[in-house]
């Protein structure tokens, strides 16, 4: 905090009282975005990740058609099913942008920062929280990997290391030079 009592982020920090708007829903919102994002670089995040995060707002910002003041639950659905439907979005990169949607909402939405008050005098309603458990993408799975790429369970390992000290005793049956090779491989990979 500054020797005035606000925080990094705050709407008075980014719009100056009094001062007439000449486009307010969109100079207000990107005094938001700029709060936003002085606020996660005071909490010391990096310069790409508070990037990535403004690219998913304003994406959905977008596509919902809407400033943060007027979006609904009704959007992030819409959005969640065109970016899993249309886009082909994998579910760990849908459940990271809703949850980029969900955290710029919950700066919005921290009286600390003053935005909900400044839409209220500006546009006679404030942001609300949209992303939700219950229309969110939750992080169910240990691994939540496609199924095709999941990691090998121990009777899989198990498996495969036994074949592969099969293989080292193969090769060396043959009487050929190319079994202690074969004999790093299957050390190097846990086998005997």
Request: net charge negative; with cysteine.
């Amino acid at each position: 905090m500054g020797g005035d009592g606000l925080v990094p982020g705050s709407a008075r920090l980014h719009l100056i009282d009094g001062l007439p708007l000449l486009r307010p829903d969109e100079q207000v919102f990107e005094a938001m975005i700029k709060g936003w994002r002085n606020q996660q670089l005071a909490r010391n995040l990096s310069l790409g990740y508070v990037d990535d995060q403004e690219r998913t707002v304003r994406a959905f910002t977008r596509h919902a058609d809407a400033m943060p003041w007027q979006w609904t639950p009704q959007h992030v659905d819409e959005w969640s099913a065109d970016l899993r439907a249309v886009h082909g979005c994998v579910r760990s990169t849908l459940r990271n942008y809703q949850g980029s949607v969900r955290q710029f909402c919950d700066f919005l939405t921290n009286p600390a920062y003053g935005w909900s008050d400044e839409c209220l005098r500006h546009f006679g309603t404030h942001p609300v929280q949209v992303a939700y458990d219950w229309n969110a993408a939750t992080h169910a799975d240990e691994a939540e990997g496609e199924p095709e790429r999941r990691a090998f369970t121990r009777p899989e390992l198990e498996a495969f290391f036994d074949h592969a000290d099969e293989e080292v005793l193969r090769v060396r049956g043959k009487g050929r030079k190319g079994w202690p090779p074969a004999v790093r491989r299957s050390h190097s990979c846990g086998g005997a």
